[in-house]
């Protein structure tokens, strides 16, 4: 299996939360070329259609929130002090950068992400985990480390459990996070995220639609029981259930990292769709 790996922190997505969390693991599929302006996505599992990347469509999630101007600074409504504005797309790196060292720590942040163009690579990760492969440029986690293991017997290959313990230090990052605190530096520079996935090419595309539905997608993911067999018709392994190939490849990483860190993964998925939805403005 091929490892890409960004972020299931995506998962989730914010930032590199949940960036992260989205992104665990890697494609086991031969690696695409750069991400170009992507077509509409395949109806994985728990992802209903989007309409092509040009055409206009209703908004379903939209968050409530105050607009930030781009340069100086606005007024707290509550104690009138000075509350920074979003800096530019292009200047971004360092604002989420000390975001993501508060939420995450420095340390980890060094250890598990790539810091650099952050909004970028959470929005790639982000809109291609319900695909079957994601480009390994833009992936905004650092790789898993060690190589797939497997066990043989009878002729068969299967996905070893030594291989589940990979995943351990991603998934402890994880379920450690702060919700709330995730998802409000999320909101706060959701509309970076936004103009980042309208030049990605989805100029009539709403960028936290595509959040909720990935992480739908993710939770979709179906429980399979140990051991997992697999098959190796080149040089990359593939699921030898071919429901399980078809599957996207957010829903693979979840199966590589085994039922108990996927559990953990889907737990903490939850719980940021649950907090991410209190800011949706309804009736708006």
């Known amino acids: 299996m091929h490892r890409l790996m960004p972020w299931v922190l995506a998962v989730a997505v914010f930032g590199a939360g949940i960036g992260l969390m989205l992104y665990l693991g890697g494609s086991h599929g031969p690696s695409p070329g750069p991400a ?76 598990f992400l790539v810091p650099k163009r952050i909004v970028r690579r959470v929005v790639v ?21 060690g190589q797939l ?14 291989n589940y313990a990979r995943y351990d230090p991603y998934v402890k990052l994880l379920t450690s996070l702060d919700v709330k605190g995730l998802v409000a530096l999320y909101v706060r520079f959701y509309p970076l995220f936004q103009e980042q996935y309208r030049k990605l090419g989805y100029p009539h595309g709403y960028f936290n639609d595509r959040v909720v539905q990935t992480m739908d997608n993710l939770l979709a993911t179906p429980e399979v029981k140990h051991p997992v067999k697999l098959v190796r018709p080149s040089v990359m392994y593939k699921y030898a259930d071919p ?16 039922p108990k860190n996927a559990a953990k993964v889907k737990t903490m998925l939850r719980r940021i769709r649950k907090t991410l939805l209190k800011h949706v403005q309804r009736g708006g």
């Not at 066990?151 to 030594?162: E, F, K, V």
């Not at 429901?243 to 085994?258: C, N, P």
Request: no cysteine.
């Open 36 to 111: 170009q302006a992507p077509p509409a996505p395949p109806q994985h599992r728990g992802v209903p259609p989007t309409g092509q990347a040009g055409s206009k469509r209703p908004e379903h999630y939209p968050l409530a929130q105050p607009a930030t101007p781009r340069g100086g600074h606005q007024k707290s409504a509550s104690a009138g002090s000075p509350k920074p504005s979003l800096p530019s797309l292009k200047h971004s790196d360092g604002p989420l950068r000390q975001g993501l060292g508060e939420l995450l720590g420095k340390k980890a942040v060094e250890r």
């Open 125 to 145: 990760s982000v809109d291609n985990l319900s695909r079957r492969q994601v480009p390994p440029r833009d992936n905004l986690a650092k790789p898993v480390p």
């Open 149 to 162: 293991r497997v066990t043989r017997r009878d002729g068969a290959i299967y996905l070893s459990r030594a």
């Open 243 to 258: 429901e399980l190939e078809h599957l996207s490849a957010g829903q693979k990483i979840l199966l590589r990292m085994g």
